[in-house]
Protein backbone atom coordinates (compact mmCIF):
# COMPACT_ATOMS: atom_id res chain seq x y z
CA UNK A 1 0.00 0.00 0.00
CA UNK A 2 2.60 2.40 -0.94
CA UNK A 3 0.02 5.03 -2.53
CA UNK A 4 -0.85 8.37 -1.12
CA UNK A 5 -3.94 6.65 0.90
CA UNK A 6 -1.28 4.68 2.70
CA UNK A 7 0.72 8.04 3.68
CA UNK A 8 -1.94 9.85 4.48
CA UNK A 9 -2.72 7.21 7.17
CA UNK A 10 0.71 6.31 8.77
CA UNK A 11 -0.05 10.03 9.59
CA UNK A 12 -2.42 9.83 11.57
CA UNK A 13 -0.36 7.67 13.94
CA UNK A 14 0.27 10.26 16.51
CA UNK A 15 -2.13 13.42 15.26
CA UNK A 16 -4.47 13.10 18.02
CA UNK A 17 -2.43 15.58 21.07
CA UNK A 18 -1.62 14.61 24.46
CA UNK A 19 -2.83 16.25 27.10
CA UNK A 20 -0.01 17.72 29.23
CA UNK A 21 -0.63 16.40 32.37
CA UNK A 22 -1.30 12.94 31.08
CA UNK A 23 1.24 11.24 32.87
CA UNK A 24 -0.18 12.75 36.27
CA UNK A 25 -3.40 11.99 35.00
CA UNK A 26 -2.19 8.18 35.18
CA UNK A 27 -0.20 9.06 38.55
CA UNK A 28 -3.40 10.36 40.18
CA UNK A 29 -5.73 7.33 39.20
CA UNK A 30 -3.25 5.25 40.49
CA UNK A 31 -3.18 6.32 43.91
CA UNK A 32 -6.25 6.91 44.14
CA UNK A 33 -6.92 3.08 42.93
CA UNK A 34 -3.91 2.21 45.53
CA UNK A 35 -5.36 4.26 48.62
CA UNK A 36 -7.28 1.66 51.18
CA UNK A 37 -10.73 1.44 50.81
CA UNK A 38 -12.14 3.60 53.62
CA UNK A 39 -14.25 1.10 55.78
CA UNK A 40 -16.60 2.64 58.29
CA UNK A 41 -14.90 1.99 61.57
CA UNK A 42 -17.14 0.82 64.83
CA UNK A 43 -16.16 3.96 66.48
CA UNK A 44 -16.63 6.30 63.93
CA UNK A 45 -20.82 5.67 64.71
CA UNK A 46 -21.13 9.18 65.88
CA UNK A 47 -19.56 11.13 62.56
CA UNK A 48 -22.17 9.08 60.64
CA UNK A 49 -25.06 10.23 62.98
CA UNK A 50 -23.71 13.98 63.14
CA UNK A 51 -23.85 13.51 59.65
CA UNK A 52 -27.16 12.38 59.18
CA UNK A 53 -28.04 14.91 61.66
CA UNK A 54 -26.53 17.70 59.42
CA UNK A 55 -27.79 16.60 55.92
CA UNK A 56 -31.30 16.38 57.45
CA UNK A 57 -31.31 19.38 59.91
CA UNK A 58 -35.02 20.21 58.76
CA UNK A 59 -36.73 16.79 59.00
CA UNK A 60 -34.42 16.56 62.76
CA UNK A 61 -35.79 19.36 64.01
CA UNK A 62 -39.35 19.16 62.74
CA UNK A 63 -38.93 15.77 64.45
CA UNK A 64 -37.77 17.59 67.63
CA UNK A 65 -40.34 20.35 67.54
CA UNK A 66 -43.21 17.89 67.48
CA UNK A 67 -41.87 15.94 70.18
CA UNK A 68 -41.21 18.57 73.01
CA UNK A 69 -44.89 19.58 71.94
CA UNK A 70 -45.87 16.52 72.87
CA UNK A 71 -44.55 16.20 75.65
CA UNK A 72 -45.34 19.82 76.46
CA UNK A 73 -49.30 19.07 75.31
CA UNK A 74 -49.26 15.81 78.27
CA UNK A 75 -47.56 17.77 81.10
CA UNK A 76 -50.17 20.52 80.80
CA UNK A 77 -53.12 18.05 80.29
CA UNK A 78 -51.94 16.56 83.54
CA UNK A 79 -51.29 19.72 85.33
CA UNK A 80 -54.51 21.50 84.44
CA UNK A 81 -56.58 18.41 85.15
CA UNK A 82 -58.22 20.03 88.01
CA UNK A 83 -59.33 22.52 86.45
CA UNK A 84 -61.26 20.92 84.06
CA UNK A 85 -63.43 18.74 85.88
CA UNK A 86 -67.25 19.27 86.92
CA UNK A 87 -67.71 21.19 89.62
CA UNK A 88 -68.69 19.44 93.03
CA UNK A 89 -72.49 18.64 92.91
CA UNK A 90 -74.13 22.16 93.97
CA UNK A 91 -77.15 22.20 96.65
CA UNK A 92 -80.33 21.01 94.86
CA UNK A 93 -78.62 19.95 91.97
CA UNK A 94 -80.31 16.99 90.60
CA UNK A 95 -78.18 13.66 90.37
CA UNK A 96 -79.58 12.89 87.23
CA UNK A 97 -78.82 15.91 85.56
CA UNK A 98 -75.08 15.47 86.42
CA UNK A 99 -75.02 12.06 86.11
CA UNK A 100 -76.52 12.43 82.20
CA UNK A 101 -73.13 15.45 82.00
CA UNK A 102 -70.93 12.69 83.08
CA UNK A 103 -72.41 10.59 80.62
CA UNK A 104 -71.87 13.22 77.43
CA UNK A 105 -68.40 14.10 79.12
CA UNK A 106 -67.30 10.58 78.08
CA UNK A 107 -67.07 9.78 81.76
CA UNK A 108 -65.76 6.27 82.53
CA UNK A 109 -68.37 4.48 83.73
CA UNK A 110 -67.62 1.01 85.47
CA UNK A 111 -70.70 -1.40 85.70
CA UNK A 112 -69.40 -4.61 87.46
CA UNK A 113 -71.83 -6.99 88.12
CA UNK A 114 -69.20 -10.08 89.40
CA UNK A 115 -66.53 -10.07 91.01
CA UNK A 116 -64.11 -8.04 88.43
CA UNK A 117 -64.45 -5.43 90.70
CA UNK A 118 -62.69 -7.31 92.78
CA UNK A 119 -59.94 -7.94 90.91
CA UNK A 120 -59.88 -4.43 90.37
CA UNK A 121 -60.11 -2.66 93.27
CA UNK A 122 -56.67 -3.13 94.74
CA UNK A 123 -55.06 -2.17 92.01
CA UNK A 124 -57.18 1.53 91.58
CA UNK A 125 -55.26 4.39 92.68
CA UNK A 126 -57.30 7.78 92.53
CA UNK A 127 -55.25 10.77 93.60
CA UNK A 128 -56.24 12.65 91.26
CA UNK A 129 -59.96 11.60 91.52
CA UNK A 130 -61.73 15.28 92.43
CA UNK A 131 -65.55 13.32 92.44
CA UNK A 132 -66.89 10.26 93.11
CA UNK A 133 -70.00 9.06 92.64
CA UNK A 134 -71.51 5.73 93.74
CA UNK A 135 -74.30 4.35 92.68
CA UNK A 136 -75.03 1.12 94.80
CA UNK A 137 -78.65 -0.52 94.15
CA UNK A 138 -79.37 -3.67 96.20
CA UNK A 139 -81.54 -5.65 95.10
CA UNK A 140 -83.89 -6.31 98.03
CA UNK A 141 -85.71 -4.42 100.80
CA UNK A 142 -84.07 -7.12 103.38
CA UNK A 143 -80.66 -5.88 102.06
CA UNK A 144 -81.05 -2.53 103.04
CA UNK A 145 -83.06 -3.13 106.10
CA UNK A 146 -81.12 -5.69 107.50
CA UNK A 147 -77.56 -4.64 106.82
CA UNK A 148 -77.18 -1.14 105.81
CA UNK A 149 -80.99 0.30 106.26
CA UNK A 150 -79.94 -0.12 110.30
CA UNK A 151 -77.45 2.30 109.79
CA UNK A 152 -79.24 5.63 111.02
CA UNK A 153 -77.30 8.09 108.64
CA UNK A 154 -77.74 5.59 105.52
CA UNK A 155 -81.55 4.97 106.46
CA UNK A 156 -81.91 8.52 106.40
CA UNK A 157 -81.11 9.32 103.03
CA UNK A 158 -82.27 5.79 101.44
CA UNK A 159 -84.56 5.79 98.61
CA UNK A 160 -87.68 5.47 100.29
CA UNK A 161 -89.30 1.69 100.13
CA UNK A 162 -92.51 3.20 98.09
CA UNK A 163 -90.51 4.18 95.12
CA UNK A 164 -93.37 2.84 93.76
CA UNK A 165 -92.11 1.77 90.68
CA UNK A 166 -90.54 -1.69 91.74
CA UNK A 167 -91.47 -2.55 94.78
CA UNK A 168 -88.68 -5.80 94.99
CA UNK A 169 -86.37 -3.72 94.18
CA UNK A 170 -85.06 -1.15 95.98
CA UNK A 171 -82.28 0.89 95.73
CA UNK A 172 -80.17 2.71 98.52
CA UNK A 173 -77.94 4.98 96.66
CA UNK A 174 -74.40 6.84 98.26
CA UNK A 175 -73.40 9.79 96.24
CA UNK A 176 -70.37 10.90 97.18
CA UNK A 177 -69.01 14.13 96.30
CA UNK A 178 -65.36 15.20 97.82
CA UNK A 179 -65.25 18.68 96.62
CA UNK A 180 -61.92 18.47 97.14
CA UNK A 181 -62.43 18.58 100.75
CA UNK A 182 -60.16 17.49 103.92
CA UNK A 183 -61.46 13.74 103.02
CA UNK A 184 -59.05 12.88 100.43
CA UNK A 185 -59.94 11.33 97.27
CA UNK A 186 -57.81 8.40 98.26
CA UNK A 187 -59.78 7.70 101.61
CA UNK A 188 -63.45 8.15 99.73
CA UNK A 189 -61.64 5.26 96.75
CA UNK A 190 -60.86 2.92 99.55
CA UNK A 191 -64.34 3.22 101.21
CA UNK A 192 -65.90 2.86 97.95
CA UNK A 193 -63.81 -0.45 96.80
CA UNK A 194 -64.08 -1.98 100.35
CA UNK A 195 -67.89 -1.63 100.03
CA UNK A 196 -67.84 -3.15 96.15
CA UNK A 197 -65.51 -6.18 97.87
CA UNK A 198 -67.51 -6.98 100.05
CA UNK A 199 -70.74 -6.88 98.07
CA UNK A 200 -68.72 -8.75 95.38
CA UNK A 201 -67.80 -11.28 97.53
CA UNK A 202 -70.81 -12.02 98.69
CA UNK A 203 -72.69 -12.58 95.21
CA UNK A 204 -69.88 -14.94 94.03
CA UNK A 205 -69.73 -16.55 97.21
CA UNK A 206 -73.05 -17.10 97.07
CA UNK A 207 -73.16 -15.89 101.08
CA UNK A 208 -74.84 -12.24 100.33
CA UNK A 209 -77.64 -12.97 103.06
CA UNK A 210 -74.53 -14.28 105.51
CA UNK A 211 -72.72 -11.36 104.71
CA UNK A 212 -75.15 -8.56 105.86
CA UNK A 213 -73.13 -8.09 109.15
CA UNK A 214 -69.97 -7.85 107.31
CA UNK A 215 -72.02 -4.58 105.47
CA UNK A 216 -72.09 -3.24 108.43
CA UNK A 217 -68.66 -1.73 109.21
CA UNK A 218 -68.75 -0.71 105.65
CA UNK A 219 -71.59 1.76 105.98
CA UNK A 220 -70.05 2.58 109.15
CA UNK A 221 -67.19 3.85 107.00
CA UNK A 222 -69.34 5.58 104.89
CA UNK A 223 -71.02 7.14 107.89
CA UNK A 224 -67.76 8.45 109.43
CA UNK A 225 -66.56 9.64 106.51
CA UNK A 226 -69.60 11.68 105.81
CA UNK A 227 -69.52 13.06 108.99
CA UNK A 228 -66.29 14.10 108.77
CA UNK A 229 -66.36 15.94 105.80
CA UNK A 230 -65.46 19.25 105.84
CA UNK A 231 -68.66 20.86 107.46
CA UNK A 232 -68.37 24.37 104.99
CA UNK A 233 -69.40 21.84 102.40
CA UNK A 234 -71.54 19.36 104.61
CA UNK A 235 -74.47 21.01 104.36
CA UNK A 236 -74.14 21.25 100.73
CA UNK A 237 -73.25 17.64 100.35
CA UNK A 238 -75.97 16.44 102.11
CA UNK A 239 -78.21 18.43 100.03
CA UNK A 240 -77.13 17.03 97.37
CA UNK A 241 -77.49 13.44 98.49
CA UNK A 242 -81.49 14.55 99.50
CA UNK A 243 -82.35 15.77 96.67
CA UNK A 244 -80.52 13.08 94.01
CA UNK A 245 -82.66 10.88 96.32
CA UNK A 246 -85.90 12.48 95.22
CA UNK A 247 -85.45 10.56 91.22
CA UNK A 248 -86.87 7.45 91.05
CA UNK A 249 -84.98 4.93 90.84
CA UNK A 250 -85.30 3.48 87.12
CA UNK A 251 -84.20 7.09 86.43
CA UNK A 252 -81.42 7.05 88.82
CA UNK A 253 -79.07 5.27 87.20
CA UNK A 254 -80.06 6.26 83.58
CA UNK A 255 -81.82 2.89 83.09
CA UNK A 256 -78.40 1.13 83.59
CA UNK A 257 -79.77 -0.57 86.26
CA UNK A 258 -80.80 -4.43 85.69
CA UNK A 259 -83.32 -4.84 88.08
CA UNK A 260 -83.97 -9.04 88.94
CA UNK A 261 -86.73 -10.48 90.49
CA UNK A 262 -86.91 -12.87 92.57
CA UNK A 263 -85.72 -16.26 91.45
CA UNK A 264 -83.47 -15.05 89.01
CA UNK A 265 -79.82 -14.82 90.25
CA UNK A 266 -76.54 -14.83 89.02
CA UNK A 267 -74.50 -17.32 90.91
CA UNK A 268 -76.56 -17.74 93.93
CA UNK A 269 -80.12 -19.22 94.42
CA UNK A 270 -80.06 -18.00 97.55
CA UNK A 271 -79.08 -14.95 97.40
CA UNK A 272 -81.67 -14.73 94.20
CA UNK A 273 -80.80 -11.17 94.30
CA UNK A 274 -78.64 -9.09 91.79
CA UNK A 275 -75.72 -6.46 92.96
CA UNK A 276 -74.79 -3.80 90.69
CA UNK A 277 -72.44 -1.45 91.74
CA UNK A 278 -71.81 1.52 88.86
CA UNK A 279 -69.02 3.99 89.91
CA UNK A 280 -68.92 7.35 87.58
CA UNK A 281 -65.61 8.47 88.19
CA UNK A 282 -64.30 12.41 86.24
CA UNK A 283 -61.87 12.45 85.17
CA UNK A 284 -60.78 9.11 84.78
CA UNK A 285 -57.73 7.80 86.42
CA UNK A 286 -57.55 4.22 87.22
CA UNK A 287 -54.01 3.51 86.58
CA UNK A 288 -51.50 3.32 89.31
CA UNK A 289 -50.18 2.21 92.53
CA UNK A 290 -52.56 0.07 95.01
CA UNK A 291 -54.44 2.86 97.58
CA UNK A 292 -52.83 3.51 100.90
CA UNK A 293 -53.93 0.88 103.60
CA UNK B 1 9.02 2.66 18.08
CA UNK B 2 11.43 0.46 18.87
CA UNK B 3 11.61 1.17 22.29
CA UNK B 4 15.05 2.69 21.81
CA UNK B 5 13.88 6.24 20.67
CA UNK B 6 12.91 7.33 23.96
CA UNK B 7 12.65 11.24 24.81
CA UNK B 8 13.83 10.89 28.24
CA UNK B 9 16.73 8.96 30.10
CA UNK B 10 16.21 7.30 33.59
CA UNK B 11 19.51 7.75 34.58
CA UNK B 12 21.69 8.65 32.22
CA UNK B 13 20.97 11.12 29.40
CA UNK B 14 23.11 10.37 27.00
CA UNK B 15 22.58 6.67 27.09
CA UNK B 16 18.87 6.16 27.22
CA UNK B 17 17.13 2.69 28.45
CA UNK B 18 15.36 0.33 26.01
CA UNK B 19 12.47 -0.75 26.64
CA UNK B 20 13.70 -4.01 28.50
CA UNK B 21 15.54 -2.03 30.85
CA UNK B 22 13.10 -0.10 32.15
CA UNK B 23 11.05 -3.00 32.67
CA UNK B 24 13.60 -4.44 34.63
CA UNK B 25 14.39 -1.39 36.77
CA UNK B 26 10.66 -1.11 38.05
CA UNK B 27 10.39 -4.76 38.48
CA UNK B 28 13.85 -5.63 40.42
CA UNK B 29 14.84 -1.84 41.62
CA UNK B 30 11.12 -0.78 42.17
CA UNK B 31 12.29 2.74 40.48
CA UNK B 32 9.19 4.40 39.77
CA UNK B 33 10.70 6.79 37.39
CA UNK B 34 11.51 3.86 35.29
CA UNK B 35 7.43 3.54 34.67
CA UNK B 36 7.20 6.83 33.87
CA UNK B 37 9.39 6.80 31.56
CA UNK B 38 7.46 4.14 29.71
CA UNK B 39 4.50 6.39 30.07
CA UNK B 40 5.91 9.11 28.12
CA UNK B 41 7.56 7.24 25.63
CA UNK B 42 4.26 5.50 24.33
CA UNK B 43 1.34 7.60 25.81
CA UNK B 44 0.91 9.29 21.84
CA UNK B 45 0.93 5.77 20.39
CA UNK B 46 -1.85 4.37 22.96
CA UNK B 47 -3.98 7.85 23.21
CA UNK B 48 -3.86 7.58 18.90
CA UNK B 49 -4.93 4.13 18.58
CA UNK B 50 -7.41 5.03 21.51
CA UNK B 51 -8.60 7.87 19.46
CA UNK B 52 -8.54 5.94 16.09
CA UNK B 53 -10.80 2.80 17.29
CA UNK B 54 -13.06 5.24 19.89
CA UNK B 55 -13.28 8.24 17.63
CA UNK B 56 -13.34 10.20 19.98
CA UNK B 57 -10.68 12.56 22.20
CA UNK B 58 -11.92 12.24 25.93
CA UNK B 59 -13.05 8.50 25.80
CA UNK B 60 -8.88 7.96 24.03
CA UNK B 61 -7.58 9.65 26.83
CA UNK B 62 -9.30 7.97 29.70
CA UNK B 63 -8.61 4.59 27.90
CA UNK B 64 -5.09 5.52 28.33
CA UNK B 65 -5.24 6.38 31.07
CA UNK B 66 -7.13 3.33 32.20
CA UNK B 67 -4.05 1.09 30.00
CA UNK B 68 -1.33 3.06 31.56
CA UNK B 69 -2.28 2.22 35.10
CA UNK B 70 -3.13 -1.75 34.04
CA UNK B 71 0.65 -1.82 32.72
CA UNK B 72 1.41 -0.24 36.46
CA UNK B 73 -0.16 -3.09 38.47
CA UNK B 74 0.63 -5.38 36.08
CA UNK B 75 4.18 -4.63 35.17
CA UNK B 76 5.82 -6.50 38.03
CA UNK B 77 4.44 -9.58 36.76
CA UNK B 78 5.51 -8.91 32.72
CA UNK B 79 7.74 -11.91 31.68
CA UNK B 80 8.93 -10.38 28.39
CA UNK B 81 7.45 -13.29 26.10
CA UNK B 82 7.06 -10.35 23.91
CA UNK B 83 7.90 -6.94 23.71
CA UNK B 84 6.68 -4.17 25.79
CA UNK B 85 5.44 -2.48 23.26
CA UNK B 86 3.70 -5.66 22.29
CA UNK B 87 2.33 -6.03 25.24
CA UNK B 88 1.18 -2.54 25.44
CA UNK B 89 -0.98 -2.85 22.79
CA UNK B 90 -2.34 -6.27 24.11
CA UNK B 91 -3.45 -4.54 26.76
CA UNK B 92 -4.60 -1.07 24.67
CA UNK B 93 -6.65 -2.93 22.80
CA UNK B 94 -8.70 -4.79 25.52
CA UNK B 95 -8.87 -2.04 27.39
CA UNK B 96 -10.70 0.15 24.26
CA UNK B 97 -12.62 -3.11 23.41
CA UNK B 98 -14.10 -3.04 26.92
CA UNK B 99 -14.41 0.33 27.19
CA UNK B 100 -16.64 0.02 23.26
CA UNK B 101 -18.88 -2.24 25.09
CA UNK B 102 -19.29 -0.62 27.54
CA UNK B 103 -20.73 2.60 26.09
CA UNK B 104 -22.53 0.47 23.86
CA UNK B 105 -24.44 -0.53 27.17
CA UNK B 106 -24.68 2.90 27.93
CA UNK B 107 -26.28 4.12 24.69
CA UNK B 108 -23.95 6.87 24.92
CA UNK B 109 -22.52 6.37 21.35
CA UNK B 110 -24.54 9.30 20.29
CA UNK B 111 -21.01 10.82 19.59
CA UNK B 112 -19.14 8.22 20.12
CA UNK B 113 -20.67 6.37 17.68
CA UNK B 114 -19.36 3.10 16.26
CA UNK B 115 -21.64 2.54 13.86
CA UNK B 116 -20.86 3.49 10.63
CA UNK B 117 -23.81 5.65 10.01
CA UNK B 118 -24.02 7.68 13.09
CA UNK B 119 -20.47 9.19 12.55
CA UNK B 120 -21.15 12.08 10.37
CA UNK B 121 -23.77 13.52 12.68
CA UNK B 122 -21.20 12.90 15.83
CA UNK B 123 -18.46 14.60 13.70
CA UNK B 124 -21.27 17.81 12.97
CA UNK B 125 -22.10 17.57 16.52
CA UNK B 126 -18.46 17.54 17.85
CA UNK B 127 -16.51 19.90 15.78
CA UNK B 128 -14.07 19.56 18.69
CA UNK B 129 -13.41 16.18 17.37
CA UNK B 130 -11.20 18.05 14.60
CA UNK B 131 -10.13 21.04 15.70
CA UNK B 132 -8.62 19.22 18.76
CA UNK B 133 -6.34 16.98 16.29
CA UNK B 134 -3.66 18.43 15.19
CA UNK B 135 -2.36 17.56 11.04
CA UNK B 136 0.62 15.95 11.06
CA UNK B 137 2.25 18.85 8.02
CA UNK B 138 0.77 21.12 5.60
CA UNK B 139 0.47 17.88 3.25
CA UNK B 140 -2.78 16.72 5.66
CA UNK B 141 -5.38 18.76 6.59
CA UNK B 142 -7.74 18.63 9.31
CA UNK B 143 -10.17 18.34 7.02
CA UNK B 144 -8.33 15.30 5.19
CA UNK B 145 -7.74 14.12 8.60
CA UNK B 146 -11.19 13.81 9.38
CA UNK B 147 -12.15 12.78 6.44
CA UNK B 148 -10.15 9.70 6.89
CA UNK B 149 -11.05 9.33 10.72
CA UNK B 150 -14.85 9.16 9.33
CA UNK B 151 -14.06 6.43 6.89
CA UNK B 152 -12.33 3.87 9.15
CA UNK B 153 -15.58 5.18 11.76
CA UNK B 154 -17.47 3.23 8.95
CA UNK B 155 -15.05 0.35 8.72
CA UNK B 156 -16.61 -2.78 9.74
CA UNK B 157 -15.10 -3.44 13.50
CA UNK B 158 -13.03 -5.87 12.71
CA UNK B 159 -11.41 -4.62 9.93
CA UNK B 160 -11.25 -1.18 11.69
CA UNK B 161 -8.80 -2.73 14.63
CA UNK B 162 -6.78 -4.35 12.74
CA UNK B 163 -6.06 -1.80 10.03
CA UNK B 164 -5.31 0.39 12.59
CA UNK B 165 -3.03 -1.88 13.65
CA UNK B 166 -0.99 -2.46 10.56
CA UNK B 167 -1.44 1.30 8.77
CA UNK B 168 -1.14 3.06 11.50
CA UNK B 169 0.57 1.94 14.24
CA UNK B 170 2.84 0.41 11.90
CA UNK B 171 2.94 -2.89 13.33
CA UNK B 172 3.75 -5.95 11.92
CA UNK B 173 1.95 -8.90 10.84
CA UNK B 174 3.20 -11.21 14.12
CA UNK B 175 3.14 -8.30 16.33
CA UNK B 176 -1.01 -7.91 15.25
CA UNK B 177 -1.34 -12.07 15.45
CA UNK B 178 -0.39 -11.74 18.71
CA UNK B 179 -2.04 -8.79 20.11
CA UNK B 180 -5.48 -10.04 18.33
CA UNK B 181 -4.73 -13.59 19.00
CA UNK B 182 -5.46 -14.41 15.06
CA UNK B 183 -3.00 -16.53 13.22
CA UNK B 184 -0.64 -14.52 10.81
CA UNK B 185 -2.84 -15.91 7.53
CA UNK B 186 -5.86 -14.04 9.00
CA UNK B 187 -4.50 -11.27 9.92
CA UNK B 188 -3.36 -10.72 6.20
CA UNK B 189 -6.78 -11.49 4.75
CA UNK B 190 -8.49 -9.32 7.10
CA UNK B 191 -5.84 -5.99 6.21
CA UNK B 192 -6.84 -6.99 2.69
CA UNK B 193 -10.76 -7.08 2.79
CA UNK B 194 -9.92 -4.28 5.09
CA UNK B 195 -8.20 -1.75 2.61
CA UNK B 196 -10.57 -2.71 0.25
CA UNK B 197 -13.57 -1.34 2.75
CA UNK B 198 -11.69 1.82 3.23
CA UNK B 199 -11.42 3.03 -0.71
CA UNK B 200 -15.40 1.38 -1.44
CA UNK B 201 -15.93 4.28 1.88
CA UNK B 202 -13.80 6.93 0.75
CA UNK B 203 -15.18 6.89 -2.74
CA UNK B 204 -18.79 6.96 -1.55
CA UNK B 205 -18.22 9.81 0.77
CA UNK B 206 -16.55 11.41 -2.49
CA UNK B 207 -13.15 11.27 -1.71
CA UNK B 208 -12.03 7.97 -3.00
CA UNK B 209 -10.59 9.85 -6.34
CA UNK B 210 -7.68 11.36 -4.07
CA UNK B 211 -6.23 7.80 -3.43
CA UNK B 212 -6.80 6.24 -6.93
Known amino acids: MSDPLENDLRKMKTRVPVPPDFLARVREQIAREEEPEKIPQPSSWWHGWSDFLFQNTFAVSSLAALLIFGVATVIWWQMDRPQRVSPPLAAGQSLQKVMDQKSEQSSVALTKTDSSIEKMAPNRRMVTVDEVIVTIELAGNEMRDESMGADSTLAEISVPSDGGVKPEVDTVTAAIPVFQSKVSSEETVRIVEQMARKYSSALVEGKLAEKRSDLKPVGDSLKTMIIEIDPAKKEAFLAALSNSLQIAPQNLVGGTVSSTSGGETLQDTNASRKVQIQILITPPNLIGAPPKK | ?212
Request: hydrophobic share 40%; charged share 30%; aromatic share 6%.
Open chain 2, 1 to 212: MDGTNSSGPVSDPTEPMIDSELVRAFQKEAREEAFDELVRRYQSLVINMAYQMLQNHDEAVEAAQDVFVKVYHALPQFEERSSFKTWLYTITRRVVLNRIRHLASRKASAHVSLQHEDYGEALAARPELTSTVQPDHELMSAERFGQLTGAIGKLDPDHREILILREIQELSYDEIAVITGLNVGTVKSRISRAREELKTILKRLGIGAKYE
